[in-house]
């Protein structure tokens, strides 16, 4: 008949001559078992230290599109403006930080410049990450007068008021002021669709609505440098009507 270690183990007792090396050897097993069951893995101690999801997914956002629009996207703006700090020590080692516009509901990413020694020239900023855009004359002129209405919009209606649209119509003669006309109005038109259609791509305009109407998105307030966009439309002033074909405008960082 089974004994109680029968019963209890499943395994029977050594009968009389029998070694316990065997019994010892097995205990000595599953004690080493049982010890490397409480072993924490790598990826638990990863696991237990990883950064709060939403900021995580929020940063990602930020660092896919450059920007995070309230009226676009509002719980990744809430998230990572609430948690700046935060958000901001996940970008240094990078070389990045966001930066927050929140009369216009606006977070952004800027670029870190890194400290020049002494002995070394100083360089425009270049970073592994970011692709730093110029825009064309054609562009840049487009910008510049984008941006006046945007301005033009906030002393209307208040800083940070939402909506700023024109129509396509209204920019034609805009721009044929500084770059003469095409010779048709239909050239007239493919020439400022193409324009804002890269503009768009820059997240600086929406899409044409059915009224043919863009909105003027809210980074434009910070793009490149508002002294710079007057000096081109002054200097494009001087110029002979269709010649200043030759300047580059540098993008956003």
Do not use: C
Not at 51 to 77: D, I, M, V, W
Not at 186 to 206: I, T
């Amino acid at each position: 008949m089974d004994g109680i270690f029968d019963r209890i183990t499943g395994r029977p007792l050594k009968q009389d001559g029998e070694s316990t090396a065997e019994v010892v050897t097995d205990e000595a097993l599953v004690g080493d078992h049982d010890s490397a069951q409480t072993d924490i893995s790598p990826v638990d101690n990863v696991e237990l230290h990883r950064t709060e999801r939403r900021l995580r997914e929020a940063s990602q956002e930020l660092l896919r599109f450059g920007l995070l629009e309230e009226s676009q996207k509002p719980n990744h703006y809430r998230i990572a403006s609430r948690e700046l700090t935060a958000l901001n020590a996940i970008l240094e080692p990078l070389d990045l930080m966001a930066a927050v516009d929140d009369v216009r509901g606006l977070l952004f990413l800027k670029v870190l410049k890194t400290e020049v020694a002494e002995d070394e020239p100083d360089e425009e900023w270049s970073h592994p990450l970011v692709r730093k855009q110029r825009l064309t004359l054609e562009q840049s002129l487009l910008v510049a007068i984008l941006r006046q209405y945007f301005i033009a919009h906030e002393q209307e209606a208040g800083t940070g008021a939402a909506q700023a649209r024109v129509a396509v119509d209204e920019l034609i003669p805009q721009m044929q002021v500084y770059l003469g006309e095409q010779g048709s109005e239909a050239r007239e038109r493919k020439r400022m669709f193409n324009l804002l259609d890269q503009l768009k791509d820059h997240g600086l305009v929406s899409e044409p609505d059915k009224n043919e109407r863009v909105m003027i998105r809210p980074i434009i307030a910070h793009l490149a440098n508002p002294e710079n966009l007057q000096v081109l439309l002054d200097w494009l002033r001087q110029q002979p009507t269709g010649e200043g074909t030759s300047t580059d405008e540098e993008g956003r960082e």
